[in-house]
């Protein structure tokens, strides 16, 4: 059975930092695309970043460039989401997903058919 899930969650002040894992069973990541995304209390669902299949190249959202990081373990089967300089405007439930020979750009929610069940990110002092 495949599936994701997600840990590293929790609450940090401003600044701070935090590693999501996004850990994978029943399958292995190699050829699927992998994103995360988060969803705040009344906003959409939006991308945060992604490797694309294939050629792995990344890609982050405008408002995380600079202070997130995507990278992918392979032996672990397990991809990380390294979040630093932290700000309130962060906190969100986040999702890792993947997605089988998605190779193009991969920050849209509606190209993922397999998804985890969430962490929680809260940064407040």
């Known amino acids: 059975q495949l599936q994701l899930v997600e840990s590293g969650g929790g609450l940090v002040q401003p600044g701070g930092s935090l590693r999501l894992s996004c850990a994978a069973s029943?399958?292995?990541?190699?050829?699927?695309?992998i994103g995360w995304f988060r969803q705040a209390p009344g906003k959409e669902r939006e991308g945060v970043s992604c490797?694309?299949?294939?050629?792995?190249?990344?890609y982050y959202a405008d408002s995380v460039k600079g202070r997130f990081a995507i990278s992918r373990d392979n032996a672990k089967n397990t991809v990380y989401l390294e979040m630093n300089s932290l700000k309130p405007e962060d906190t969100a439930v986040y999702y890792c997903a993947a997605e089988p020979l998605l190779f193009r750009l991969c920050l849209l929610s509606t190209d993922y058919d397999y998804w985890g069940q969430g962490t929680q990110v809260t940064v407040s002092s």
């Open positions: 029943g399958f292995t990541l190699n050829n699927h695309a």
């Open positions: 490797i694309r299949s294939g050629d792995g190249r990344k």
